[in-house]
């Protein structure tokens, strides 16, 4: 595709319920990240998908956030029992992987909890 | 953590002054990259150096990189209003590494 794109751009919830967003990298693109950014902060790593490698799952806040990505396409963010501190914007970037280039980011899809 | 911290949290400057922001990280990296964030949303490549590198230009950007202080700056010249946003610094220590960002300089050019 053209960018990344994320779906959906606004998502307003109710506490308790589920949610899941969505992420298309760029094609052929290896390496996908999921950040959160809450409202004036810095973004705040949850998840780093590179190829078929395992994906380091160190930055997901708690077991309530899960991350699924299918071979270098697709990948959905599921929160649970959304609470409201989950409120944010999250990010998707992605890669060509390999030595680093330049992350290209979707324009996020901001999340409200209510 | 290689966590990477922009310095100051924000700057305020007036139309056609140079803008600076600096960057420092904890551990070795493979190289650093500045990113420019717009009304929160998503963010911008603006410039990628090298850990082998100390110097590079991007237009009116000018980067340079010391990695016995482990630190970076980010030099905006001749500022403009539309140069207002979120800075932030990345460092990733090589392949399979995942990026890791700072907390980002709030620029506002006033015009």
């Known amino acids: 595709g053209a960018g990344v794109s994320q779906s959906p751009s606004n998502k307003v919830t109710e506490k308790g319920k589920d949610v899941e967003l969505r992420c298309d990298p760029i094609?052929?693109?290896?390496?996908l990240y999921w950040y959160r950014q809450r409202l004036g902060q810095g973004l705040e790593f949850l998840i780093y998908?590179?190829?078929?490698?395992?994906?380091?799952k160190s930055g997901l806040p708690s077991d309530r956030f899960s991350a699924e990505r299918t071979g270098e396409s697709v990948s959905t963010l599921t929160i649970q029992r959304t609470q409201q501190e989950d409120s944010a914007v999250y990010l998707c970037?992605?890669?060509?992987?390999?030595?680093?280039?330049?992350?290209?980011f979707g324009q996020g899809t901001r999340l409200t909890v209510v | 953590s290689q966590q990477g911290e922009e310095d100051p949290q924000a700057l305020s400057i007036q139309e056609g002054e140079n803008a600076t922001m600096n960057c420092s990280y904890k551990?070795?990296?493979?190289?650093l990259q500045w990113y420019r964030q717009n009304s929160g949303r998503g963010l911008v490549h603006l410039i990628l150096?090298?850990?082998?590198?100390r110097e590079k230009h991007s237009g009116r950007l000018r980067v340079t990189l010391d990695t016995s202080k482990k630190s970076s700056s980010l030099l905006i010249t001749a500022s403009r209003a539309a140069d207002t946003a979120s800075y932030f610094c990345a460092t990733d220590a090589g392949y399979g590494q995942n990026f890791v960002f700072g907390p980002g300089t709030r620029l506002s050019v006033l015009p």
């Open positions: 094609s052929g693109h290896t390496a």
């Open positions: 998908f590179q190829g078929n490698s395992a994906p380091d």
């Open positions: 551990t070795s990296i493979n190289n």
């Open positions: 150096i090298r850990s082998n590198e």
């Open positions: 970037a992605s890669t060509r992987g390999g030595y680093r280039t330049e992350a290209f």
